[in-house]
Structure formats: structure tokens, C-alpha cells
């Protein structure tokens, strides 16, 4: 009987994602999709409505039952192990080789990330970390991906990697992207606001980022640290221009086009084509900008600071929502390159930088209405202020 239950529900999930994508998909390597209705959306839920859901509509070969889609499963083992403290479930939801990607800095191993969830209970013991949103794709053959952003408050507490216990309030955005498979995940990306983590905590972000990277230069072998400077130009010739696959409108292509000219060519004037003028910029350092004219200014200040840093696109995930209208997009991305202007990051240090970033977009009849972007100025000015 139980088996036959699994295998119904296998062809109505299959038969579900021949009738959901829209008739263009961007065939570019970066570019993923999902369909919003095999998944209970997080979007707009309170976690106590989100758990009320008992709909599976989606094929979880290999994750355990009490998972009913992709989304649940994030939302769920993330909400277990941080606000319940089930600090083992971690052994049965992580692989033992897992590899996460915390800007320059990497976490290796299952018994490592436990570690390191400890120390920021220790630190923080009530968190509360609330999603504000799930992005994913993939299946449960060929391994999910999700991009999960988590608007987190707390306490300080205990004493931290950013210093002793200050007993103040924090607020900040943070997004975890996950390669999971067969009940585990298998490589993770996180990024958080540093930068706002540690003005809320009172200190100083030049001296925490100075004693960061003193422990880390502690503990590295003198052997060669970088291998090669990212710059905007191949050789002599200039920044490669998008060409878009689509005359029409095809979230995949609108959104290689947007960061091409914007981010990777610094075409600063097309922020007025690409974001309307009542348009939601979450930055970093906890700000709110809104309208063109206050992210081209974020935008320059930050690349004031890498003027000819390479900005990188690692992965888009596209999941469209009830209006085909209305989409929500993560980017993976990475900028390389050397801290050679006065900008956003203070005085020019002339050393080489690296930086992991993902931002979430929410895009409405052709227009990025509201933008996420989140990276951590710590690690930025750790690498900046480095021996």
C-alpha cells in the first residue's frame, strides 16, 4: 500500500512540470528554474501559517516523509536545529564531506559545522531566524537548489568571534544557498550583513576586521595566497557585452542583460531602465535606499572602491509566481579584484579583494521593483586591512 501511495504521488508531480514553465527559457548554463506550484511558497507566510500546510505536490525521493517539498525541507531543518537547538539533526541533514563557501573563509566537514553552530548558540542563544523567502530549482534525481533569505534577531549574549558579550539586539539579513540531495545537503554559500552585525554590537568595524585577519594570517603557511586579479577587461579589450537570446520578455535574459550593463560594463545610467523610480534597494549596513538615483549612488561607491574588479555571475534561479508577471529571482555572484579607489571601503589599500554576494529580486511587469543585496563588509575589510 505504501508503496503505491509513493508512486501516485510521483506521476501526479510529474505530470505537474510538464504543464507549469513558460514557452521561453534562457539557455544560458546560469540560468535555473522552478515551478512555484509543486512547492508551498514561503513569500508572504508567518512560519505558524507556513507549518499548517499538509499539501505535497512535489516528487521527495530519498528526503525523509516529513518533508513536503524542497521549501518545507529548508524551512523546516532550518527552524529545527537554530530556534529548537536540535543540534543533531544536523548529522542526518548535512553529508559528512560538506563543503560551505563563507566568503573567503570555508567550513569543511559535518563535525566542523556543528562546531561552528555551537559557538554561535553560545554566542547568540536566541536567535530567531525568520524566512522571508525560499528560490529554488532542480529535483530530487538530479539534486535541489535553494537560495534562502532569513531575516534573523537576537541577543549577544555570549562571546562571539567578533569580540566578548555585549548583551545588545541585533537585526540583519542573511541568505544560505543549498546543493541538497537524497536528504542532505551537500555544498552551501551563506552571506550576512556583517557590517550591520557589528555596528549593532557597538564595535568598531576597522578593529574587528584588523583582528580577523590577524588570527587568520596566525594560522595560514606562507605560500602564495592569490593566483591571479580579476579585472573588468579581457586583456586590452573591452567588458563583453550580453547579447539577449529573446525579443520578447524572459525573466532568465532580462536578468543576465540588467547585470551585464549595470554591474559587470558599469553602465550606471541604465539603472533607470531596468528599476522604476518608487524602486526598494535593501542594501547593506542594514540601509533602505529607494529610487534610481539612490543606487546608482550605492552602486558607485562600491565600485569606487574596485574600479576595475571582474563582477562575476555564478548562478541565476528564476521561480515564477501565480501572475506570470511577477517573478522572484536569486543571484550568486562574486566580484575579484583590487581595492585601488577611495569609495564605499575607505582609502585605496591596494590589496586584492574577494567578494561573495546574493542578492534576491522581486520582478513585477518587467521591472525590478525590490532588490536585496547582501555580502559581508567584514570579510571585505578583513582582506583590506590584512598585513
Request: with cysteine; proline share 2%; net charge negative.
Amino acid at each position: 500500500m505504501g508503496s503505491t501511495k509513493v508512486e501516485d504521488k510521483a506521476r501526479h508531480c510529474l505530470g505537474n512540470e510538464k504543464k507549469s514553465f513558460p514557452y521561453l527559457r534562457n539557455s544560458s548554463s546560469k540560468v535555473f528554474y522552478g515551478d512555484s506550484n509543486e512547492v508551498n511558497q514561503i513569500r508572504f507566510q508567518d512560519y505558524n501559517d507556513f507549518i499548517k500546510n499538509t499539501e505535497s505536490k512535489q516528487r521527495m525521493i530519498g528526503f525523509n516523509n516529513t518533508y513536503l517539498d524542497i521549501v518545507d525541507y529548508i524551512v523546516r531543518i532550518t527552524h529545527r536545529i537554530w530556534e529548537e537547538k536540535e543540534v543533531e539533526l544536523i548529522y542526518h541533514t548535512y553529508h559528512n564531506n560538506i563543503k560551505i563557501h563563507l566568503g573567503t573563509n570555508e567550513v569543511k566537514g559535518v563535525n566542523q559545522v556543528v562546531s561552528n553552530t555551537l559557538q554561535t548558540m553560545l554566542a547568540f542563544p536566541e536567535d530567531k531566524g525568520m524566512a522571508a523567502n525560499v528560490i529554488w530549482s532542480g529535483d530530487d534525481e538530479n539534486g535541489f537548489y535553494t537560495s534562502h533569505r532569513v531575516s534573523t534577531v537576537s541577543r549577544n549574549l555570549g562571546n562571539s568571534s567578533y569580540g566578548p558579550a555585549t548583551g545588545r539586539k541585533i537585526a540583519y539579513r542573511s541568505v544560505a544557498d543549498c546543493f541538497c540531495h537524497t536528504n542532505r545537503i551537500v555544498e552551501e554559500w551563506i552571506v550576512r550583513d556583517g557590517l550591520s552585525i557589528v555596528k549593532q554590537l557597538g564595535l568598531n568595524p576597522i578593529e574587528v576586521a584588523r583582528k580577523a585577519a590577524t588570527l587568520k594570517q596566525d594560522k595560514d603557511v606562507e605560500l602564495q595566497q592569490s593566483f591571479g586579479i580579476g579585472d573588468v577587461q579581457e586583456g586590452q579589450l573591452a567588458p563583453i557585452v550580453y547579447n539577449k537570446q529573446y525579443k520578447q520578455f524572459e525573466i532568465g535574459d532580462y536578468i543576465l542583460e540588467a547585470y551585464n550593463k549595470i554591474l559587470e560594463r558599469r553602465l550606471f545610467n541604465c539603472v533607470k531602465e531596468f528599476y522604476p523610480d518608487n524602486a526598494i534597494y535593501n542594501f547593506i549596513d542594514g540601509k533602505t535606499l529607494i529610487g534610481s538615483s539612490q543606487i546608482q549612488g550605492a552602486l558607485i561607491s562600491i565600485f569606487a572602491s574596485f574600479p576595475t574588479a571582474k563582477f562575476i555571475i555564478e548562478r541565476v534561479t528564476c521561480n515564477q509566481m501565480n501572475d506570470f508577471n511577477d517573478w522572484e529571482v536569486a543571484v550568486r555572484w562574486r566580484m575579484q579584484g583590487i581595492h585601488e579607489g577611495r569609495g564605499y571601503f575607505g582609502e585605496p589599500s591596494h590589496k586584492p579583494i574577494e567578494i561573495l554576494g546574493i542578492n534576491h529580486l522581486t520582478v513585477q511587469n518587467e521591472k525590478i521593483v525590490e532588490e536585496w543585496v547582501t555580502f559581508d563588509g567584514i570579510d571585505v575589510l578583513k582582506q583590506i586591512y590584512s598585513l
